[in-house]
């Protein structure tokens, strides 16, 4: 089965990707499957959004809604644990240090972290360390989080002039990344939520609104999604181009 990249764009609104300059990514949607329509969860925070990211539930039933990790109530395995009991590699690259926890400890085999998510170039070094990592060591599913969109529309305001231009630094980052990739990768990139002027975690579209887009060996060409997606479907999605279960219950 082919080996899947998963890259996050934190605080990326789907209207920000048609406003800014960013060919990589326009490439992408080209290349693959997207929508500009997915839908992100309530409340739309991070911590959250990630949660039910990799667990494929919402916020009601992980029962974390804000940026401060509480162990679930009634446990259950997520994306990282199912593919560890199925033999699988995983990696995770992230420069936001609550994301942590979003595997239990044991499941994964590599990670990278440095608090630089409020650097303006802080997402250069998770990504240029993830694509060494991947060309020398192919993991079967690999994280790559960029934080710095999502703290620049916190300190700037989303759709700012700096908002646009840290987003179109990122997609210069991506078109180095996705050039160095192996083309057996099968990668899949969406944002966790939007935001509107400094903030996000309400059900505005603003915040709830985000680009979701797949590229692989095995993924429709061009090919526009008409069905409602949500955060949700990622772990599913993954699991199926990995040859594994899913996470449940």
Same mark, same amino acid.
């Given at each position: ?84 009991? #199925? ?42 360390? #993830? ?43 991506? #078109? ?37 887009? #797949? ?35």
């Amino acid at each position: 089965m082919p080996p899947v990249v998963l890259i996050m764009l934190d605080g990326a609104r789907p209207d920000a990707l048609t406003t800014a300059r960013c060919p990589a990514l326009t490439s992408l949607r080209e290349r693959g499957s997207s929508t500009l329509k997915a839908r992100s969860v309530m409340p739309s925070v991070t911590l959250p959004c990630h949660t039910s990211i990799f667990h494929s539930v919402p916020p009601t039933r992980h029962g974390i809604t804000t940026n401060i990790f509480t162990p679930m109530a009634r446990p259950l395995p997520g994306l990282v644990e199912v593919a560890r009991a #199925a033999g699988k590699r995983t990696a995770f690259f992230y420069n936001w240090e609550e994301l942590r926890d979003l595997a239990r400890p044991g499941n994964i085999q590599y990670s990278y972290f440095r608090d630089s998510s409020e650097d303006p170039d802080g997402d250069d070094e998770t990504v240029s360390h #993830a694509s060494r990592f991947i060309q020398k060591e192919w993991p079967d599913f690999a994280f790559i989080y960029f934080g710095t969109v999502d703290t620049t529309g916190h300190n700037h305001g989303w759709m700012s002039e700096k908002y646009l231009k840290q987003l179109e630094h990122i997609d210069t980052l991506l #078109a180095g990344f996705f050039e160095s990739l192996s083309p057996e990768y099968s990668t899949i990139v969406h944002s966790d939520d939007g935001g509107h002027d400094r903030d996000h975690g309400t059900d505005l579209d603003e915040d709830m609104l985000i680009p979701w887009m #797949a590229v692989g060996p095995n993924i429709k060409n061009g090919y526009t999604i008409r069905s409602q997606i949500s955060l949700l479907d990622t772990a599913p999605t993954i699991a199926a181009i990995l040859g594994i279960q899913p996470p449940c219950e």
